[in-house]
């Protein structure tokens, strides 16, 4: 089934709790938390989320949430879209010692390289980031690969659309990311294997009631 909540009237985080509004600040001053992605124990409270399981979305205005999951709940595919504006989000387990996106990102640029994508290596809000142009059967598509290492997680978003190209024109999107929570979880995982997600209670309920599931279509990525 496909599951999509659309955030029509939450409010906005406020651009003083931006990252580029940081600019200037001093290190020392605790009055604006950090942006996330959040792990759960490190999580600002009083924030409506939408509870995924692994991953807690926030709820911000204009946002659409598609969920894509099987008859027995499992999330596959996890999709914000805002105007012309999407988002793909992933989430994995990872060591305690080191983040892992840096080996990521090289295996991505690799895939992509061999299906006849072009690549390059950026430097954005979370460090390096990797864009790229993924041949498709309606031409060329930009995607922007962001990585976040958290403790034991690594949180994968995939800009698609302009926001791509543009971080500017993510908006509230990337305060979606920003807000993004993590549940790790105590149990122990496999470096890189996908923590799991779960469809909201209600539409668990009407996917059972349903009996049947659309199968998640493919997007690019690695």
Known sequence: MIFSRKRADAERRPRDER??????????????????????????????????????IPAVGGVEVRVQADPQGAVQQVVL???????????????????IWDEVREEIHQSLSNDGATTEEVTGAYGVELRAQVPTQDGRTDLRFVGIDGPRWMVRAVYQGKAATEP???????????????DRGQEA????????????????????????????????QA
């Open 19 to 56: 990252p580029e509004a940081q600019e200037g600040r001093e290190a020392t001053s605790s009055a604006t938390p950090a942006p996330g992605p959040y792990d759960v124990t490190e999580a600002p409270a009083g924030v409506q989320r939408l509870d995924l399981g692994s991953l807690q």
């Open 168 to 182: 500017d024109a993510a908006g509230p999107l990337t305060v979606c990311l920003e807000g993004l929570v993590v």
């Open 189 to 220: 995982r496999p470096v890189r294997e996908p923590l799991p997600l779960r469809l909201p209670r209600e539409a668990a309920e009407q996917a059972a009631a349903d009996g049947s599931a659309a199968e998640p279509k493919p997007t690019p």
């Open 81 to 99: 879209v805002h105007g012309q504006n999407a988002l793909q989000l992933g989430v994995f387990a990872a060591p305690r010692s080191a983040g």
